[in-house]
């Protein structure tokens, strides 16, 4: 492997920029605070940003994990924003949610913890949602059940409702793997729904989804867009924005920047130039950035 990567002028030049990544996020302070969640009341949907695309949602009288990632680094690639919510702080988890089996969305670490903590507070283990082919990832953790959804397959979990839709991105865990599933989901519960993309480039799905299953609230990845051959699998803020007006919800929030440095763009940069495509598109006061560890209640 390293003498074909010695060879190809392409794979040098991909590992030397991979090189640069390490080492600046080495060396890059972890800033952030922790906070502790606000339980909602009175039927409202309360959203808590814990970094990357890692969020708490209570919905439906349901605590919700969505691709919960809590790890300090990722193999070499430091973790630059701590944590909005220490795993002790939550409340006994009902539902976990996973995209796709990528390392910063699957962090087995992070999943077993949350089953452990669960099991101390409440005497049960939460239940947890895959895409198809991702059950061998999960099922030695210690969850109560082990769903798997394939694309518009929904299943019912107390009062909420979990359909599992189409991305455009892909799902291995390791380079042989390609067979496994990915996608986002929509959560719906009364009068309350909302999207979570997971990793996803933009294509025409966004209206279907928008469509068929009409979100309140999406969570929208703007980051991990530079070089452009990224957007064949994410989005940029240009083409979040896009994916909001496609699918025609009330909210966006912005997710899958500033926590990991995995691409080549400026960290601060997804923000800033969100806020440009968002008032050209005349719907900045519908996009809510959310800090790490606040609830923001719907």
Do not use: C
Request: aromatic share 8%; no cysteine; proline share 6%.
């Amino acid at each position: 492997m390293l003498k074909a990567t010695l060879k190809n002028p392409a794979l040098r030049r991909r590992a030397r920029q991979f090189g640069r990544l390490v080492r600046h996020s080495a060396v890059t302070p972890r800033t952030g605070e922790i906070h502790k969640p606000v339980l909602v009341t009175n039927g409202d949907m309360g959203v808590t940003f814990i970094g990357h695309a890692s969020f708490f949602v209570q919905i439906g009288g349901q605590n919700v994990l969505i691709d919960p990632n809590f790890a300090r680094w990722l193999f070499v690639l430091k973790r630059l924003r701590q944590p909005g919510l220490r795993i002790q702080d939550l409340p006994p988890i009902d539902l976990v949610l996973v995209t796709h089996a990528h390392f910063d969305h699957l962090h087995r670490r992070s999943l077993r913890a949350i089953v452990q903590q669960t099991r101390r507070k409440r005497g049960t283990p939460p239940t947890v949602i895959v895409p198809h082919h991702v059950f061998d990832l999960v099922s030695d953790l210690g969850f109560g059940e082990v769903i798997e959804l394939d694309w518009w397959n929904s299943v019912r979990h107390g009062n909420l409702t979990v359909t599992h839709v189409p991305s455009r991105h892909w799902g291995a865990r390791i380079i042989k793997d390609s067979h496994r599933g990915y996608g986002g989901y929509v959560l719906r519960a009364g009068k309350h729904s909302l999207y979570h993309a997971g990793d996803t480039a933009y294509f025409a799905g966004f209206r279907e989804i928008g469509r068929r299953l009409a979100p309140e609230l999406a969570l929208l990845p703007i980051g991990a867009y530079n070089p452009p051959q990224f957007r064949n699998v994410h989005t940029n803020p240009a083409d979040a924005t896009r994916a909001f007006l496609d699918l025609n919800a009330r909210w966006m929030v912005p997710m899958h920047y500033g926590t990991f440095r995995l691409s080549h763009e400026p960290i601060d940069e997804p923000l800033q130039l969100l806020e440009k495509e968002v008032e050209e598109a005349g719907v900045k006061d519908r996009v809510l950035v959310l800090e790490e560890g606040v609830t923001q209640l719907f």
